[in-house]
């Protein structure tokens, strides 16, 4: 079946520092994908939707200056973390769909810890 | 506006017990999917069934069965004789409309723990 990478499964790292997280779709062309975040004992929040060749769309509320995203192609999108904080510390998962009417395929997610 | 509603934040049961997790949705769409996801302590979200606002056909799958209601907007979540290895967090979610992107909207999530 479609399976989706994200790398790396887990980030430490100094407050202040950049992060980049990588989401790749396997085994299909991803034309879209999203990127997730979730707090401790809390719900999955979109954060925003990225679409190969152009801007991400970012949901209301979520820095776009703050949360970087690429999606140079088919098969993979990137969220940079810049200037990460102890308040960026969050669970990010990313996802992944050949169209609109077709199914998602989440990655393993990303543990990200700023000290 | 699209909500998924999940009531229930923690169930705690006892091996071999059946448990249904409830699920409430909003949307003026007529065209929509509904999802239930687990997710364990690992982390990673497990799919574990889509179901489109046409087809209104209850699911069995082994031990999980679903309950779709159109009439009361419910989507509810049935596992029959426990496990322990059922233990996580489980979501229900919403994708709306045709013109939609694609991107889900997920309930807060219920808590399943399965004691022995």
């Known amino acids: 079946g479609a399976v989706v990478s994200q790398h790396p499964s887990r980030v430490i790292c100094k407050s202040g520092t950049s992060v980049k997280i990588e989401c790749r779709s396997l085994d299909f062309q991803a034309t879209t994908m999203f990127w997730y975040r979730q707090f401790p004992k809390q719900s999955l929040m979109l954060m925003a939707t990225s679409n190969e060749g152009s801007k991400a769309t970012y949901e209301q509320g979520v820095e776009k200056d703050k949360f970087l995203i690429n999606h140079a192609s088919l098969t993979l999108s990137t969220l940079t973390v810049t200037s990460a904080h102890p308040e960026d510390s969050s669970f990010y998962i990313c996802s992944a769909t050949s169209g609109s009417n077709q199914p998602q395929h989440f990655g393993d997610g990303t543990r990200l810890s700023i000290l | 506006a699209q909500k998924v509603t999940q009531a229930q934040t923690e169930i705690s049961v006892v091996e071999k017990e059946d448990v249904t997790l409830d699920c409430v949705y909003e949307?003026?769409?007529?065209?929509?999917?509904l999802f239930w996801y687990k997710q364990p302590p690992s982390g990673e979200l497990v799919f574990l069934i889509r179901?489109?606002?046409?087809?209104?056909q209850n699911e069995i799958s082994g031990r999980y069965s679903w309950n779709f209601q159109k009439s009361t907007s419910s989507f509810n979540f049935t596992i029959t004789a426990s496990q322990v290895v059922d233990s996580a967090v489980y979501f229900c979610?919403?994708?709306?409309?045709?013109?939609?992107?694609?991107?889900?909207?997920f309930g807060q999530g219920t808590t399943l723990q399965v004691k022995p």
């Open positions: 179901r489109n606002s046409f087809d209104e």
């Open positions: 979610a919403l994708r709306w409309g045709s013109s939609n992107t694609g991107k889900l909207i």
């Open positions: 949307t003026r769409d007529t065209t929509y999917y």
